[in-house]
């Protein structure tokens, strides 16, 4: 690898950009027995839903899943969930400024269709 003094210059020399350097990253290994032994997603794609209730609550259709790593207190552990990408309702609070966010199965339930 070449040192600083040693890279060619190029086109964005001038604007005086960090160098990237290349660094291991870890691995991330699926939950064993993967897909066999994780459960459904608890919303299905078309599902009206909502983040659990906040003084400003966003709310739309899911219109996809993921399963992913999760956070978790035990940063050794790796925990894995269901993550939803949510298409915001046009009349949602967030929805002029953002389209669709992704958000976790706890943060989120079904938005009833009718009022209580």
């Known amino acids: ?3 600083p003094s040693e890279q060619p210059e190029t086109q964005f020399s ?3 950009l960090p160098r990237l350097q290349a660094r291991a990253l870890s691995g991330c ?3 064993p027995g993967f897909p066999n032994t994780i ?3 608890k919303y299905p794609v078309g ?3 909502r983040w659990i209730p906040t003084p400003a609550t966003d709310w739309g259709i899911v219109i996809g ?5 999760s956070k978790s207190e035990d940063t050794t552990l790796t925990q894995w969930a269901w993550s939803y990408l949510l298409l915001l309702d046009v009349d949602s ?3 002029q400024w953002l389209l669709a966010d992704w958000v976790d199965e706890t943060d989120l339930e079904f938005f009833p269709t009718q009022p209580s």
């Open 39 to 41: 459960g459904l997603p």
């Open 47 to 49: 599902s009206r839903c």
């Open 93 to 95: 609070p967030s929805r």
């Open 1 to 3: 690898m070449a040192t």
């Open 29 to 31: 290994a699926l939950p």
């Open 14 to 16: 001038p604007l005086n």
């Open 65 to 69: 899943q993921a399963y992913v790593p």
